[in-house]
């Protein structure tokens, strides 16, 4: 009667086990961009001649960040308010120091960064160079297609001087003066694109240093509040991006000069921290920002807007005011920033990458692998209690 019902018991739980383990789990659905931006206007993201144009990134199985990360379209909370219209083609609004996503637009969506990709940048050079180091630009680095600050060939410029320069005024100068001391363009994408992974930001590709349109340059909303949130963790970031404005010494032949910040919420949006502004012709304008108000620090990322029928800045206004309701009211959040995987090396000013999977990265054993193991152990379980009962009915065996 035990024996009968144990495999009973077996059987019932591998019928439950074994087709889920065949089955095929729901497709996610395609949103706008999931793979790649939508097709370049220009020729800037033509590959060099005999070079292939890089393959889209992977997309993750599961969306990072959660389940509803992978949602299409405007997401916020249920019984929130509808979040205000606005142009971009994305947008994510995060709590900076819990991680939450607070609501979204499409993500994950895969968008040109243009000049957002400088915070990426920025976190590594404030990794392998020091503060008080001296760049001296060279005719290549002081002749780039601007916006520029208007450095100098054979100028002397400390570190930190030059990242004030690269996140107040956008200066694609700053941008390539710090890829020649990196190790040149080439080292300095494959920096930043470790460090991207590192982090978790799984839809970024670099191609320029700069966000200059290039092949193969990818990000999205939540990549870019990824990797906002963990630059504001850095002090010499925060630091420089509230910073309305700073002197640029003299050099040979250029008398001395000040830069403005070119974030038009600094100063004007109440607790506003810095930011962030971009622009190219393929990926439009693209903004970061965040404030704090009443012990909470909001920050929102939009991609791919237009200036039109009002300004970008004024739309992310409207967003942090949202963000901000959201946050006072403690509606549950949409999703989750992963946890960056950093290595030691990294942190330390190194550049090999990381430790280990990022959160949300795929088991590689895998569900299937797991549940087949729970069903041979259950077996092996039963095999062991017939066994038993077998040798309790039968007697001692010779």
Known sequence: MRRGLLLSLVLVVLS???????TAAAAP????????????VDTSEQPQPGVPAPAPLPV?????????MGECGVIYPSGAAVPPETTAASWVLQDLDTGDVLAA????????PASLIKTLLALVVIRELKPDQVLVPTAEDASQECTCVGLVAGGRYTVDLLLHGLLMHSGNDVAHTFATALGGVPATVQKMNRLAASLGASDTRTATPSGLDGPGMSASAYDLSLIFNYA??????AAAI?????????????????????NKLLGTYPGFLGGKTGFTDDARHTYVGGAEQNGRRVAVVMMRAEQRPAPVVNQARALLDYGFTLARTK????????????????ENGGTSGVTGATAGAKDPFGVTGWILTV???????????????????HGPQN
Request: charged share 20%; aromatic share 6%; hydrophobic share 40%.
């Open 331 to 346: 509606t549950a959040p949409v999703g989750h920033l992963v946890s960056p995987m950093v290595s030691e090396e990294t």
């Open 242 to 262: 509230a910073t309305r404005a700073t002197q640029i010494p003299d050099q040979p032949g250029k008398p001395a000069f000040s830069i403005v910040n070119d």
């Open 375 to 393: 069903v041979v152990a259950l077996i092996i379980v039963a095999g062991f209690v017939i066994g038993h009962y077998r040798k309790k009915a």
């Open 16 to 22: 439950g086990l074994v087709p889920f383990a065949g």
């Open 29 to 40: 659905a395609v949103c706008p961009d999931r793979t790649a931006p939508p097709p370049p």
């Open 232 to 237: 504001m963790k850095q002090p010499e970031f």
């Open 60 to 68: 993750p199985t599961a969306p990072v960040g959660g389940a509803r």
């Open 105 to 112: 637009k499409n993500p994950h969506a895969r968008e040109r």
